[in-house]
């Protein structure tokens, strides 16, 4: 595994920094584009990683999946009435599509779907934010986990186009709570910051049929596991999801913080790390360092 | 396996004949819907069937994968600038994202992206259509695999849409071929009749790193059948595909005639047919017979 | 003219009544929908009415050419960076087209439109709702025009879909303020209640080169006055613009509380109200009697 | 009003060749760009010209004036049930919005709606491009016109949008000859050549309430000229149809081949041309000479 991991580094070596760092926020836009990480967490609870594998990066929509998994958890599939399970074929916050489809969001890793499952959770908990922090620390053996305040403050800042699928969603009447009070729970999510390592941990139960040898428990049900993994083998890279699956061909989920998180079901978590973008928002390097990886070991989910 | 046969059966008995037959054109729509067929083809050789599984019906767009096998074994990845490998979130025949989109098919599992992939074919061979029966017949080891003229005649005379869709991309420089010709191509590749057991033979290349064990011959590369199995997990079943994922977790291909076929990698390839279609144009009793089949065997690819 | 019009009722009863009052909010579908009137206010100073003609009614989407005309006098031409003059050819409050065109609404008369031109008076005006009523009061010659609050706080309170617009614009950098202070000067200033004299009076500028026979000022330059027929006429009547050019041939503007008023350039002004509206949410009988007119007057600037 | 030329000319003349000359097909492409000409025909028969007022050129989208006239003759008001009468608030060649309004086009100046015009016509006609350039023979009072038929041939070449579309129509029905013939008979009719002084003299009916001076007869009723008038006012410039009633006032019909005609009901009809074209594929020098006639003569309809 280490020399894997030694492989892939070099594979991606002269990929390092290529692209653009997010930076539609000024928070965001100052990371160094030259840093690189891997952390990859085997379901024996072995942990392997190479580069800035302990450096913490923001999550941004790679905490669409942990919002998705708590709905889950007390929503079960009654939740399916108010998002969909469909790739969306056009850019992730689109509002065209939300508008054809009557305020339904086509699955929940896109924004409009992501604030449509931060509005169940808002219904639900008291202070929303905080508990998911605290999931997320649990699942990853991590209790310092910080979110980061500044950043969670600017995205707020911009929220319009955010705002804008939220007030489109409410006149359909899918939204229960102020648009307001969700964005800024959203928002928070978004900026928590974890490593690859962090990471790694926390997702390996979505490698390990639902349970978390992290926090020892049954996080989901194994067949939930199996549907959250789908969900993000078609819906979980914007629109990059097929050629994704076409060329690495494991679930996967990226944030616009450069983290890319992978699923090998049954064996492990794999998360890479490169803040660049490509031109569809997903890290250059962090998607060719899985393309290696599924290369050397000769394997995928298809 | 031949137990697991007869509990998907009577789990999908009650389903059978629910739905709509496809209409569309006079040749399809006397087909009896209360059939209902199964076969398993598994990579050691074993044939398990059930039912209706020896009728031939009209495969429609799972000639899809036929011929995207074929253009693949020509032009390898070049073919990919005429052709995307994302989902299409939107109904298979419509024009407006190929008019969003330039002129390139989101997928070739989308009935514009199968007219360029048809169109490839036809810059190759002489006489397209027979090339593809060859094809097929070798892969099934049925050398008296049919055409449904009257199917193909039917289908040519109410190409009204596909001729659209098809001189669009003309108008955008990606088609090489006179429009009629490759229309006429296309519509006799779907109007070949096979039978459950035909289809699943015919796939078993897939789901056995693309070696058939019936031609006995290395079709596409291992990594060119991860490659295709990718792109029907994401763009196989229509504006299902996320669903299909979801709840049955496996590559899968559907057509109008009522057929489903899935590939379990390294396992084996399934066809199951029933022609009463749901309402977005996949076999009703097909699909739920697939998700009953994995509930069952507790086993999905994610 | 007093038969002109007694021909018209003639002609109309039979629609008065037809059609669905707007009801998307409750204080407005409380009014009766056998309610008929029409005023003229001609150029040269003399006013004609009949049936329901003096009593006010919720101006709503009318407003619209009075907001537009104050942020004329105040920005001239530069305002058209901001919005554009075209028609939309889409339901008067689709974010499609919004988003398409990178936050420049098509024209002032659809609702982005509007909230747009209602942002550029938030940005002049201290109070902009009581600016706006004061104009409007001068140009109708009655200084006892009421708000509806009540109708402006139910509009505000179903303000999702103005709401998305407005923040989709901000995240385009098109909205200067804050979005929920202007959605409330807008909803203000459409929940203005006037009578068909007030309108006939109140319009009765753009039928006299700019001038208010009322006020007794020059509103607008004569070329404006051009202009903001031209806008009527091409854009003034939601998703029937152009059946409504087509059929009456002078420019128009429609609300949902059921007023239509029309300018007959160089001769008169004309409101017409009856609140059940047709298909397209304008006011079946208003258009009618406006069909009417011409027809009996056999001319129409075309 | 030979003064009233002279200024124009004299305002336009720095405009003339800015922009670019149609060149989607070689025929057009190499038309000499520093052309200008206008010709004005008036109600009493007097005609005005300046520069290249006499020189042919292709009359292109203009011809659909002549096709509607011939439609409406023969099929009054049921033609409206196949074509729409409101702007289309897309470019002119969009497959779009024909999608989403089920085959049926929005006005008859769009190529969808002129294409479904020629179809009406060529349900009429044994030789339906033979009947209309007789018919334009007789308005224009020239009866040397000429089809330039390398421009037609040149057309149907590259006519592969122009296809879709009409394959489109016909998959909703829409559509009643064959889709091949049709376009023939459309390109045919765009290639007509025509001077500004023939199209002056051809339109001059639509000046003069439907009675041609030229002709000697009542082409279509008065109100059918109001009608065609107020159909070109809010739909005759492509997607400036919005700006061109809101700067020059009048009814107008442009084509690629750089004319422009004008209406100015009651008094005359006007043809400017000038072969370099603005984004939006109107003559640059064409829509300014009309601007300037309509600020020299301080009058528009609005």
Not at 118 to 129: G, I, K, L, V
Not at 170 to 175: I, K, L, M, P, R
Not at 180 to 191: G, Q
């Amino acid at each position: 595994m280490q020399s894997l991991l030694r492989q892939i580094l070099n594979d991606v070596q002269p990929l390092v920094g290529e692209g653009k760092v997010a930076d539609y926020i000024p928070a965001l836009a100052n990371v160094d584009p030259n840093q690189f990480g891997i952390a990859i967490f085997s379901n024996d609870g072995e942990l392997y990683e190479i580069g800035d594998s302990q450096v913490p990066f923001s999550i941004q929509s790679i905490s669409k999946v942990f919002s998705l998994t708590l709905a889950i958890k007390h929503y079960g599939d009654t939740m399916w009435q108010r998002v969909g399970r469909e790739p969306s074929g056009l850019p992730f916050n689109s509002l065209v599509q939300l508008e054809y489809e009557n305020g339904i969001p086509r699955n929940p890793f896109i924004n409009a779907g992501a604030l449509v499952v931060s509005d169940m959770n808002q219904s639900r908990f008291a202070t929303p934010h905080y508990a998911m922090r605290e999931f997320v620390r649990k699942l990853s053996g991590n209790p310092e986990l910080q979110t980061d305040h500044k950043v969670a403050e600017s995205e707020y800042e911009f929220r319009y186009r955010n705002a804008a699928m939220a007030y489109l969603m409410q006149s359909y009447g899918n939204f229960e709570n102020e648009v307001e009070d969700v964005l800024r729970s959203y928002f928070s999510s978004c900026a928590l910051r974890m490593s690859c390592v962090d990471l790694a941990k926390a997702f390996s139960f979505l490698a390990n049929k639902g349970f978390s040898n992290i926090s020892g428990e049954q996080v989901i049900t194994q067949e939930e596991t199996r549907q959250v993994n789908a969900l993000m083998a078609t819906s979980g890279m914007y629109d990059e999801a097929g050629s994704f699956a076409f060329k690495v061909g494991v679930p996967g989920k990226s944030g616009v913080g450069g983290g890319v998180i992978a699923v090998v079901p049954n064996r492990f978590s794999v998360c890479v790390w490169s803040p660049a973008l490509n031109s569809v928002g997903n890290s250059t390097a962090g998607v060719a360092a899985l393309e290696s990886m599924t290369k050397h070991i000769g394997w995928s989910v298809y």
